[in-house]
């Protein structure tokens, strides 16, 4: 095998098959959008910090500006816009996820802008734990910034996400 | 932010990945490998890193297995710090973990669980690597105090004969033995504590990749990490791994007496401080002081003190920058050192 500056990547994406060559220094986030305009992944810091890029990459949440979309061939990648539909959404493709339920119930957004990382990160974190104390919410959300300031909201959305189910 | 331009292969074998090595030190290219790439990819965003060749070694099924013999434990470089963190281990009796399905790998090293706990941030964790841990030499780096601490060593893998690392080759030689096809690839072990160099220099060569990082869980004792994060970069500013061994076991004397040894005093205690120096390091002069010593606070506090000396007094040049003097770190060092060792010791007292 020959090293290249061009790469063909293959993976799933929301559940579908997508395929591209592009540039080897291609970021996951920026094949996302750009490539695949799917502009629900944020950039926000570009220094894997503020975690508004999260995405769950083989199911496990990430940070889509800190992996290659080379290093992403072969696997599957679930955007924020793939929540929806997926087992735990409710009935219909238009249903949010039980996460996405709970911050709209509390509020928990005021600009928006880190939202989509948020819900990656909690879907993550209540997968791990389904029933995190407000300390282990707090904890499991120390890869994500909320330039609001609004965390009191997220973490009782967190809380509510994780009593709604089940 | 984009790294700069670079040619990109996924090897598929160590054997692979090893030719690939050979191919861009033949034509004169700065080469990388990458697995989790949660350092080098930021660096790379930021050109403080700009390799012309990127080996991409995450799907190497050397680099994945791992295992444990008695109380030593193998890891894979690939092994992330999620996965590490969920790692089972051996249960009480020797018996595969996996027949038991109680214990793991941060309930018997403690101190692995605690800074699995603190580093960086989930989704990091979820992607970086303990060889990728080793291999970057990051000075501020809280894993490799963890392992320093617990006397690691670092499996390297490269071309036979090509270099020749100081050598502890116990289970190697094993390996050896047990596998059936002669092999072009020749594996060495290290310890960690002649591994690191300096500020993200390590005696790793250009053409070597880490296999595994090997850890062995100390017997009659206990461990914890304690660090002082950045509140940006969850960095430590300082950060302490220790590993206290009490005595055990028994003395009978000509007449037959039986004296138990377990009397609370530290047998040995192992100290690696991150954060403060060029490498993580083994706080040798702090340790002596504790050496069959009974833990007091006194004495706790008196062997803190010497953290930031070596073994004959002098005081070790240490490194300040904009977010923290020298001066300061040298005090959380001697802050963290005491309370590592109290919780370690509160940890062993613990049924």
């Known amino acids: 095998m020959a090293v290249a500056r061009e790469v063909s990547v293959q993976l799933m994406v929301n559940g579908a ?17 750009d490539e695949l305009r799917l502009t629900g992944t944020h ?7 503020c975690g508004a890029c999260t995405v769950a990459l083989d199911g496990v949440a990430v940070k889509s500006c800190t992996v290659l979309a080379a290093q992403a061939d072969g696997h599957e990648v679930t955007t924020i816009e793939g929540l929806t539909g997926q087992p735990g959404a409710g009935r219909g493709d238009s249903a949010l996820h039980p996460v996405q339920q709970a911050f709209q119930d509390e509020h928990a957004l005021q600009c928006g802008y880190c939202t989509p990382g948020m819900v990656m990160a909690v879907r993550q974190l209540l997968a791990d734990q389904p029933r995190p104390t407000e300390d282990e919410v707090r904890h499991a959300l120390a890869g994500n910034i909320c330039r609001c300031t609004g965390y009191q909201n997220i973490v009782a959305a967190v809380l509510r996400a994780a009593n709604s189910e089940g | 932010m984009f790294p ?3 040619a990109y292969a996924r090897a598929r074998s160590l054997d692979e990945a090893l030719d690939l090595l050979d191919e861009a030190a033949a034509a004169d290219e700065e080469v990388k490998l990458i697995a989790g790439g949660q350092s080098l990819l930021p660096m790379m965003k930021l050109r403080l890193a700009a390799p012309q060749v990127l080996i991409d070694i995450a799907d190497l099924p050397e680099l994945k297995r791992g295992g444990f013999y008695g109380r030593s434990h193998t890891i894979g470089a690939l092994t992330t710090y999620r996965q590490l963190a969920r790692q089972r281990s051996v249960a009480q009796a020797g018996t595969p973990a996996l027949v038991h399905g109680a214990t793991s790998l941060v309930t018997e090293a403690p101190a692995l669980g605690d800074a699995l706990a603190v580093l960086a941030d989930p989704q990091v964790r979820a992607r970086g690597t303990i060889g990728g841990a080793v291999a970057h030499g990051d000075p501020a780096a809280d894993l490799p105090a963890v392992l320093l601490a617990l006397d690691a060593e670092v499996v390297i893998a490269a071309r036979p004969g090509r270099h020749q690392h100081k050598s502890s080759s116990q289970h190697l030689a094993r390996r050896r033995r047990q596998s ?7 594996r060495q072990a290290m310890l960690l504590d002649d591994f690191l160099q300096g500020i993200y220099a390590t005696d790793l060569a250009e ?30 500013l300082a950060g302490v791994a220790v590993v206290v061994t009490f005595k055990s076991g028994t003395l009978t004397d000509e007449n037959g007496r039986v004296t138990p040894l377990d009397d609370g005093t530290i047998a040995h205690a192992a100290i690696a401080v991150t954060g403060i120096s060029p490498r993580p390091y083994r706080a040798r002069a702090a340790e002596a002081v504790l ?20 073994l004959d007094g002098a005081e070790l040049s240490l490194l300040g920058d904009q977010h923290a003097s020298a001066p300061y770190r040298a005090h959380l060092a001697e802050v963290l050192t005491r309370r590592a060792l109290a919780r370690a010791i509160a940890r062993a007292d613990a049924p």
Not at chain 2, 180 to 186: D, G, L, M, Y
Not at chain 2, 291 to 310: I, M, N, S, W, Y
């Open chain 1, 17 to 33: 098959p997508r395929t591209a060559t592009v540039p080897a220094r291609t970021l996951l986030v920026h094949f996302l959008r």
């Open chain 1, 43 to 49: 950039v926000g810091c570009d220094t894997t910090q």
């Open chain 2, 4 to 6: 700069a331009d670079f």
């Open chain 2, 180 to 186: 059936e096809k002669p092999s072009n690839v020749e």
């Open chain 2, 207 to 236: 053409d070597e990749i880490i296999t595994h990082v090997r850890i062995t869980i100390p017997g009659a004792g206990a461990s914890a990490y304690e660090k002082f994060p950045h509140p940006a970069s969850h960095l430590p």
């Open chain 2, 291 to 310: 050496k069959d010593a009974f833990p007091t606070a006194d004495t706790l506090a008196a062997a803190a003190a010497q953290v930031t000396r070596t």
